[in-house]
């Protein structure tokens, strides 16, 4: 600690930061425990590749990302400057500086406005299951749809946790194709598709989805593909509420379901059409 | 009486300050409370549970990965050893009637240890294999091949595909023990779900272990070309395995 002490700055952070960063669950700093030693190579914040191993309640869940205190720092006081600068070298630098850190140190982060990026998915990540665990979210998504929460079904979680997820984004919305641009980029792809499943598979969790078997995997595709495109549509919609993009998510939803209702229908009768043949085979007498 | 409050407020206020001034607040809410148990053991000390004596053993990355893998693996394995018996039973009864009740009872505890798994599986969030639907075929093509080769192929099938899954079923105990023992040197003892979880799989294996021995006592080693058959068979299970182990 007394290290700590020594490397971090004396002030305190925005206070308001510090409110919007409480519940960032799936990040976590590295504490640095032994004394440090000299270190000459750059420390990339590392990423589990493998986001989801054995969950259990009876043990703490792993972070998925790791920094170092000063690269949380540096970071945590850049996003304040996301709304009007972007998600650029000028935001991280100015997050340094404010973070009373010399403008040099955003050398710290060698993948530069893309750790700016990815930190701002994986910190509203964590606020977003903070809101969860709190109970309130689900709360609020029954009490405008005048049900009780116990009423919701799966799929209405499903849909309220990805628009309050959108929602998450408006105060960078004017921004946020620069960053779309960024994480298409060819070096950045693994990470973001590592990001938007990962997304995708807390918000399946948090709504109590358990499928166990193939469509695990489809469940997955499909909230990707709908959080993915409705990004894009919530850069151009200039309605204060986002309600022209609730409107799409609502229809990509029901796309989702027309077709996943069309083929669950030709399975079924697939299936059929084969179990009859077997069984008349079979009343034939043949050894099938 | 009346500055007793007083003074208490201001001792608690004199108290409560200097302590966040002096740690830097960032941390205290990136670090999230739980991820701190990684890096000293000895943080997770009554853990809430029912024993409450000895502190509870926290599992590393590497063993929940090893839980991960398990898991995943023994729904597969579940999932096809259901539809191995299910494409075996209608060929068998219709020329052995008399093995009707066997093939029932084989096929409800195979039943039965998929619906523990799928339970397990959605429980510890773990991701299903990817190749599910892959194994639903390759089972059931397994199971109505060699039930079409008559009664002793089937039952030699049976026999390899048992002794696969129980030895595998035994690495996992092992696995699981060998923790315990750790546990133990350390004073820690392991949590409920795993003490549990150990139960279910001893008595898995010992279902699956009987399931072996009917099968040997229905001729399994009189089907006709013995080692060829249980050879390849074992080896495919033995693939299957280590397929469902990473994806």
Known sequence: MSYLARTLPK???NPFLAQSIRQTRALSTKTLQSTPTTRTTQHKPRTNQRHRTYHSALHARLPDHSYTNSQTAILTSALAHVPTHGFSATALTLGARDAGFLDVSVQLLPRGEFDLILFWLASRRGLLRGKVEEGGLFRRIAAEKGKDVHELSVEERVRGLLLERLRMNMEVKDVWQDALAQMSLLANIPLSLTELHALASDILTLSGDDAVDATW???RLAVSAIYASAEVVMTRDPTPDLVETAAFVERRFEDRKALADKI???????????NTAIGLGRSWGLKI | MLPLPILRRCALSHCRHPAP????IFLDFLVPSTSKHGQCRQASTTAGTSGGSKPLYVLSKEQREFMDSALRVNQAGELAATLIYKAQTPQIVRSYPHLRPLMKHMYDQ??????TFNHLIAKHQIRPTAMYPAWEVAATFLGWST???GREAAMACTEAVETEIGSHYNDQVREILSWEADAERRGEELDEELKEMLATFRRIRDEELEHLDHAVANDSKEAKPYDPLVDVIRLGCRTAIKISEKI
């Not at chain 1, 669950?264 to 084969?274: L, P, R």
């Not at chain 2, 195979?110 to 619906?115: N, R, T, V």
């Open chain 1, 217 to 219: 995997y489809t469940r």
């Open chain 1, 11 to 13: 002030r305190v952070p």
């Open chain 2, 21 to 24: 001034a002096t740690t830097p």
């Open chain 1, 264 to 274: 669950t229908g030709i399975g079924q009768c697939a299936g059929f059409g084969w």
């Open chain 2, 147 to 149: 039930a079409a080769l």
């Open chain 2, 110 to 115: 195979e039943a039965g240890h998929l619906k």
